[in-house]
C-alpha cells in the first residue's frame, strides 16, 4: 500500500518561510508526477504546485507564483514544497499527492500550514 507522509506544516508569521516535506513509499517514486494541494476552511481543494516525472517540469498557482518552490528528490522518495514570504491567506491543510494515471493516484493525509498576520 503506497504511503505519503506530509510534514514540515506549523505556525508561522506572515513574510516567514515553511518548508514541507512528502516521503512516498513508492518503488518507482521517479515516474511518479508529484503535486502540493491546499484546502482552506470553506474552500474547495485547489492545486498549489505540481512537478512532472517525465520533463521536471513545473506548473504553479498565480497565488504562490515567486514564492513557492516545489523540488523533488528521486533518490529520497521525497517531495518538497519550500514556501517564502507567507501570508495569512496561505493558511490551509497542505496535501501532497502522486500520480501517474487514474489507478494510481495517491494522496496524503495532510499538514496543516498556520500564517499569523
Known amino acids: 500500500q503506497v504511503q505519503l507522509v506530509e510534514s514540515g506544516g506549523g505556525l508561522v508569521q506572515a513574510g516567514g518561510s515553511l518548508r514541507l516535506s512528502c516521503a512516498a513509499s513508492l518503488r518507482t517514486f521517479s515516474n511518479y508526477n508529484m503535486g502540493w494541494y491546499r484546502q482552506a476552511p470553506g474552500k474547495e481543494r485547489e492545486s498549489v504546485a505540481r512537478?512532472?516525472?517525465?520533463?521536471?517540469?513545473?506548473v504553479y498557482a498565480d497565488s504562490v507564483k515567486g514564492r513557492f518552490t516545489i523540488s523533488r528528490d528521486n533518490a529520497k522518495n521525497t517531495v518538497y514544497l519550500q514556501m517564502n514570504s507567507l501570508k495569512p491567506e496561505d493558511t490551509a491543510i497542505y496535501y501532497c499527492r502522486c500520480w501517474r494515471n487514474e489507478r494510481d493516484d495517491y494522496w496524503g493525509q495532510g499538514t496543516q500550514v498556520t500564517v499569523s498576520p
Open positions: 512537478i512532472s516525472w517525465i520533463t521536471g517540469g513545473t
